[in-house]
């Protein structure tokens, strides 16, 4: 049961242009919402996350927003650059009864930026 | 440079053997994750410390076990090891539970 999808593997963009990576989740207990950008042979890293009580987060180029009515989030990267080509996943977080939380990564999309 | 280390960087090894995996996390940092990727494939969550206490479970396999010990370090244990094993394994260490994590470079596992 993959509750945090990515449903495009890949998307194309010209430099300069916006990119648009989206990500839809199932379960509405998830309160907390990060995006990751992963090189290859590196592990991923942190880039912006937002909390289910705002719905735009901004951060430079990059924006995520919320939509917890539909239960998606995308993350805006304008303009693109060709260094902003990775594979790019979303994760969805939030808290047990036990204590422990759940964090969910989405299986990523990777985001090619043509020169 | 994330400050989390794994080593080793890479393993090669043969069906049925035993490997340890280690990772160091941030300074400061108690909470350590092990994650195991495959082929291109998403994430997927094996296992989660907090300060030495296993906290959550994901899709591990009972071949496979992990500790994490005072000094706050962790190794992840894979035995009876079979080909489908072979993958990247990653591990990620945070201040707080669901804060953004942050990742080593890897141990990629390659069982032949």
């Known amino acids: 049961d993959q509750q945090v999808k990515q449903n495009s593997p890949s998307l194309s963009v010209q430099e300069g242009r916006i990119s648009i990576l989206n990500c839809d989740y199932t379960?509405?207990?998830?309160?907390?919402f990060l995006w990751y950008k992963k090189y290859p042979a590196e592990g991923p890293t942190f880039l912006i996350s937002i909390s289910s009580i705002k719905d735009k987060n901004e951060d430079g180029r990059f924006t995520v927003f919320l939509n917890k009515s539909a239960k998606h989030l995308s993350l805006h990267i304008v303009p693109s650059q060709p260094g902003d080509s990775a594979v790019y996943f979303c994760?969805?977080?939030?808290?047990?009864?036990?204590?422990?939380?759940?964090?969910?990564f989405g299986t990523g999309t990777r985001l090619k930026v043509l020169a | 440079d994330s400050g989390v280390t794994q080593t080793p960087k890479h393993l090669i090894t043969a069906t049925g053997q035993r490997v340890t995996l280690r990772c160091s996390p941030r300074s400061g940092d108690l909470s350590v994750y092990w994650y195991q990727q495959s082929l291109d494939q998403g994430l997927q969550f094996l296992i989660q410390y907090y300060n030495g206490e296993e906290r959550a479970k994901g899709n591990i396999l009972e071949r496979f076990s992990a500790q994490q010990f005072p000094d706050l370090h962790s190794e992840l244990n894979l035995s009876s090891l079979e080909l489908g094993d072979s993958a990247l394994y990653f591990c990620?260490?945070?201040?707080?539970?669901?804060?953004?994590?942050?990742f080593g470079p890897g141990t990629r596992l390659t069982v032949t």
């Open positions: 379960n509405s207990m998830f309160d907390y």
């Open positions: 994760a969805a977080t939030f808290s047990e009864n036990s204590g422990t939380y759940k964090y969910i």
């Open positions: 990620a260490s945070s201040v707080v539970p669901q804060g953004e994590q942050y």
